[in-house]
């Protein structure tokens, strides 16, 4: 499988402009994927830089570039530093996170990411273990797939989703795509199926795979090893996401809590390089429609010392 039929990187301009590089420095790509960004970063780097490549699902190791100044991690980016410290880095010079789901788990109906066709309810980032989405859908309480629908699909009555989907799982365990999409027929609005379905979708892979909390933890520790002037680059694809990375770059923190001095100065430990978010062009858009919803930020590290 070639990078370019995995995934076609995003704004690949935009993330390597915001990323200054330096070509001795070094870097880390939180989300390889295809590799898109990677190779890219690779051919602005000198002999003495370095890349650190993380990606928690096997199917992306194939894409990683054979190339002595990068290292691919197989690993979920919640345990970044971690990861780095175990082959001696302890501070980087920048960091680029692409947080959208690449168009291979899409495309790879086997996966069970998309409501077309059919499909075991997998979801899984990495297939290496752990539960599905169809064990989220077969088990959770009536209570808690509201909750889940409503925070992370941000859908409405979605008391109403979970009642179709309890009421076909007495029935009969509810273990592929269609069979979800047949649960919730009922409260599905037909001018709105795909948006709804997509929102629907959306919120059992990040439940699932613990993005939001995956996301918070490796924004937390890119303040850690970020060196002072180094830039945090993340790109975004729903607003839950975007919400967290632009109170993280204003703040310091993911809550959005800015914090004062002795003074009542305001402290934040980046300068904002982005005070609106980077969107695609419309020759992106026309190129690669699935960059639509992509919102890059952009913040350097500040030198507080």
Same mark, same amino acid.
């Given at each position: 499988?070639?990078?370019?039929?995995?995934?076609?990187?995003?704004?690949?301009?935009?993330?390597?402009?915001?990323?200054?590089?330096?070509?001795?420095?070094?870097?880390?790509?939180?989300?390889?994927?295809?590799?898109?960004?990677?190779?890219?970063?690779?051919?602005?780097?000198?002999?003495?830089?370095?890349?650190?490549?993380?990606?928690?699902?096997?199917?992306?190791? &194939? $894409?990683?570039?054979?190339? %002595? *100044?990068?290292?691919?991690?197989?690993?979920?980016?919640?345990? !970044?530093?971690? #990861?780095?410290?175990?082959?001696?880095?302890?501070?980087?010079?920048?960091?680029?996170?692409?947080?959208?789901?690449?168009?291979?788990?899409?495309?790879?109906?086997?996966?069970?990411?998309?409501?077309?066709?059919?499909?075991?309810?997998?979801?899984?980032?990495?297939?290496?273990?752990?539960?599905?989405?169809?064990?989220?859908?077969?088990?959770?309480?009536?209570?808690?797939?509201?909750?889940?629908?409503?925070?992370?699909?941000?859908?409405?009555?979605?008391?109403?989703? &979970? $009642?179709?989907?309890?009421? %076909? *799982?007495?029935?009969?365990?509810?273990?592929?795509?269609?069979? !979800?999409?047949? #649960?919730?027929?009922?409260?599905?609005?037909?001018?709105?199926?795909?948006?709804?379905?997509?929102?629907?979708?959306?919120?059992?892979?990040?439940?699932?795979?613990?993005?939001?909390?995956?996301?918070?933890?490796?924004?937390?520790?890119?303040?850690?090893?970020?060196?002072?002037?180094?830039?945090?680059?993340?790109?975004?694809?729903?607003?839950?996401?975007?919400?967290?990375?632009?109170?993280?770059?204003?703040?310091?923190?993911?809550?959005?809590?800015?914090?004062?001095?002795?003074?009542?100065?305001?402290?934040?430990?980046?300068?904002?390089?982005?005070?609106?978010?980077?969107?695609?062009?419309?020759?992106?858009?026309?190129?690669?429609?699935?960059?639509?919803?992509?919102?890059?930020?952009?913040?350097?590290?500040?030198?507080?010392?």
């Amino acid at each position: 499988m070639s990078a370019e039929t995995y995934h076609i990187p995003v704004m690949l301009v935009e993330c390597i402009d915001a990323l200054d590089i330096k070509p001795d420095g070094i870097y880390v790509d939180l989300t390889m994927g295809g590799g898109g960004h990677t190779r890219e970063i690779l051919r602005h780097l000198g002999a003495e830089g370095h890349l650190y490549s993380l990606d928690q699902d096997p199917d992306a190791q &194939a $894409n990683a570039p054979d190339d %002595a *100044r990068h290292t691919f991690v197989a690993s979920n980016f919640r345990f !970044l530093r971690g #990861a780095l410290r175990l082959r001696g880095v302890e501070h980087v010079d920048g960091i680029l996170a692409d947080l959208g789901v690449s168009s291979h788990h899409f495309d790879a109906k086997h996966r069970g990411f998309s409501f077309r066709g059919d499909a075991p309810l997998d979801m899984r980032m990495n297939t290496r273990g752990g539960r599905t989405a169809a064990d989220i859908v077969n088990t959770y309480t009536n209570d808690a797939l509201t909750r889940l629908f409503a925070e992370y699909g941000e859908l409405d009555t979605t008391w109403k989703i &979970a $009642n179709c989907i309890e009421r %076909a *799982r007495n029935i009969s365990p509810i273990t592929t795509t269609a069979e !979800l999409v047949e #649960a919730v027929k009922p409260c599905t609005p037909p001018k709105d199926e795909a948006k709804f379905l997509t929102k629907l979708f959306q919120a059992l892979r990040i439940e699932l795979n613990g993005e939001m909390e995956a996301l918070k933890m490796a924004l937390e520790q890119s303040l850690k090893i970020l060196n002072p002037g180094g830039r945090l680059v993340v790109m975004s694809y729903h607003s839950l996401e975007d919400r967290i990375v632009k109170n993280f770059m204003r703040s310091g923190n993911t809550e959005g809590c800015i914090e004062k001095d002795f003074f009542g100065r305001q402290t934040t430990p980046f300068k904002l390089i982005t005070r609106k978010a980077i969107v695609p062009t419309a020759e992106e858009l026309e190129r690669n429609p699935r960059s639509r919803s992509a919102k890059l930020r952009v913040a350097e590290k500040i030198d507080n010392d």
